[in-house]
């Protein structure tokens, strides 16, 4: 148990403020700050500085071309600028090996990719030799566990013993609970029409779905879609998402933002969140989503979708994914009228945040 300041690095591969691993990483950083030292190393950042004192940012930078060589560079960098230092606590929020905690905020490399031909590709030996050396049992990094369902799959791969693996729950900000009555523009000042509105938050678009969110709100009945527009949070490679809504002349009802400043408030302007995920370790946006009482799309390849099968208003689509469920279910709920502005007290549970405590009782 940790009982004087120490000095905190923390390491990710590119910082942008609406991600989900960049959130809990800079959430955490604010955390420690308060009676400890703390570090940011990564290769890029996009975004505000932190304004607090005794959060500090180092940027390692690589010239290689292809993204596997560009980690491994930087891994190296970090690991000598941190054995140059002491009295030091690292924690890695990119699957990179050698760290004293790994946060797991990645599903299991190994178990998504079982194609032959990709596995003999350098990008897959490097992924899965950095996953090996983080969760093998020899290894001395311990695991801040994000998704029990997840921690089986590495069990079963990498044979990690149980005593690795340290559990934290789901965390959501305080203000999800605060109705606030200050006076907040509308996302619809964007689109031509003042409409209902759908929205999609999340960067990682192809993992997350977007192109079946996309073609999902296209085929929805001309009378519906007429009512809605759609608007996509989250930062991607935009070109074949925006190439597919020009597809569907859909430019006026659907556009793509950077991200929203916001979440709370703007769920409770939409009437729902689709989010029909191909993989998602967690998915805190969905248990953001039931905190406000908003009808969710999703698909039960998200570990937080369990949670959403409670939920009377939402639907969880089912393995193997079927884009016309999809369609008929986004039909479904935007025909009914039946979202709730009140907000889901149930969720605030959630609101401990134990991340920096559980780390602090594991040094």
């Not at 923390?10 to 030292?37: E, H, M, S, T």
């Not at 500090?56 to 292809?66: A, D, L, P, R, T």
């Not at 699957?95 to 897959?124: E, M």
């Not at 695991?143 to 044979?159: C, G, N």
């Amino acid at each position: 148990m940790i009982k004087e300041s120490k000095t905190f690095v923390l390491v990710i591969f590119k910082y942008f403020p609406y991600g989900g691993a960049q959130r809990d990483l800079f959430q955490l950083a604010k955390k420690l700050c308060k009676k400890n030292l703390v570090e940011i190393v990564c290769m890029d950042w996009d975004g505000n500085y932190p304004k607090e004192k005794n959060i500090s940012v180092k940027i390692i930078q690589s010239n290689f071309f292809f993204n596997y060589r560009r980690y491994l560079e930087f891994k190296n960098k970090v690991s000598k600028y941190i054995e140059n230092k002491t009295d030091v606590i690292s924690i890695s929020f990119s699957k990179i090996s050698g760290f004293d905690f790994y946060y797991a905020a990645d599903s299991c490399f190994a178990n998504k990719n079982k194609n032959f031909l990709k596995n003999l590709s350098p990008r897959y030996q490097f992924f899965h030799k950095e996953e090996f050396q983080i969760f093998n049992p020899t290894s001395k990094t311990k695991i801040l566990s994000i998704s029990k369902k997840e921690d089986v799959i590495y069990k079963s791969i990498y044979k990690t013993p149980s005593s690795k693996f340290i559990f934290i729950p789901p965390y959501i900000d305080k203000n999800f609970f605060i109705d606030s009555s200050k006076s907040i523009s509308s996302i619809n000042r964007y689109f031509k029409k003042n409409n209902k509105l759908l929205i999609f938050i999340g960067s990682g678009f192809k993992t997350k779905g977007l192109d079946r969110a996309i073609i999902a709100f296209s085929s929805l009945p001309e009378k519906i879609r007429n009512n809605f527009n759609f608007a996509i949070f989250g930062k991607d490679k935009e070109k074949k998402y925006k190439k597919l809504i020009a597809r569907h002349d859909l430019e006026n009802s659907i556009k793509i933002f950077h991200g929203h400043d916001n979440v709370p408030q703007l769920m409770r302007e939409a009437s729902a969140l689709i989010h029909p995920a191909r993989y998602e370790n967690t998915g805190l946006i969905l248990i953001e989503a039931l905190s406000q009482n908003l009808p969710i799309i999703t698909t039960n390849n998200c570990g937080y979708s369990s949670y959403v099968h409670d939920d009377k208003k939402s639907i969880v689509l089912n393995t193997p994914f079927s884009q016309q469920e999809l369609n008929l279910s986004l039909e479904k709920i935007l025909s009914k009228n039946n979202r709730s502005n009140k907000i889901n007290l149930h969720y605030k549970q959630y609101t401990s945040y134990q991340l920096d405590e559980k780390i602090l009782a594991n040094i």
